[in-house]
T-cell receptor, first 113, second 112 residues
């Protein structure tokens, strides 16, 4: 199946700073890229997604950018707050399927005061 | 979201036993999925289903069995549990192609 590489595996930022998480993939036909946030002991929750017909999408302090040529997409969190501390997973829809997601291995974000 | 529920939330069993994890959704979503989550591996797809009576293997299906006799239920069975199947199991559902997947609260399964 498709491989998704996610970096960094851990990220520590000070409150108010920005955080960026990047994922790279190999299948140029992939066309749907969601991001999930998972707090400790909780379920993964969708926070934002992007489709291949757009290059950027924003929702308040969260944005996702997609570079189809370079085959990478990134999550940007601005003005980070302690409640942003969690594990973040990127994912993509495998081409040739209607529903199968492949997930990155996750980034543990720690926002310090 | 209360629309997808998993049971039990926690389970301890012994190697060789059969155990079934339940998943129920109230959204009438066509697609349902089972993942396992292990440190260093993220979420890996075990099985998925596109509709009632249609199931297919994911990345790590060995040792697992699923069924989907009703749209709202998608049970996962470990026919003879092994220690390597100790994990957190998440069920998810989605309404259609390219639609977001929504997860249940998970089942933490320990096999001794």
């Amino acid at each position: 199946g498709e491989n998704v590489e996610q970096h960094p595996s851990t990220l520590s930022v000070q409150e108010g700073d920005s955080a960026v998480i990047k994922c790279t993939y190999s299948d140029s036909a992939s066309n749907y890229f969601p991001w999930y946030k998972q707090e400790l002991g909780k379920r993964p929750q969708l926070i934002i997604d992007i489709r291949s017909n757009v290059g950027e999408k924003k929702d308040q302090r969260i944005a996702v950018t997609l570079n189809k040529t370079a085959k990478h997409f990134s999550l940007h969190i601005t003005e980070t707050q302690p409640e942003d501390s969690a594990v973040y997973f990127c994912a993509l829809l495998e081409s040739g399927t209607v529903s199968k997601l492949t997930f990155g291995t996750g980034t543990r974000l720690q926002v310090t005061l | 979201d209360a629309g997808i529920t998993q049971s039990p939330r926690y389970k301890i069993t012994e190697t060789g036993r059969q155990v079934t994890l339940m998943c129920h959704q109230t959204w009438s979503h066509s697609y349902m999925f089972w993942y396992r989550q292990d440190l260093g591996h993220g979420l890996r797809l075990i099985y998925y289903s596109a509709a009632a009576d249609i199931t297919d293997k994911g990345e790590v299906p060995d040792g697992y069995v699923v069924s989907r006799s009703k749209t709202e239920n998608f049970p996962l069975t470990l026919e003879s549990a092994t220690r390597s199947q100790t994990s957190v199991y998440f069920c998810a559902s989605s309404g259609g192609s390219n639609q977001p997947q929504h997860f249940g609260d998970g089942t933490r399964l320990s096999i001794l």
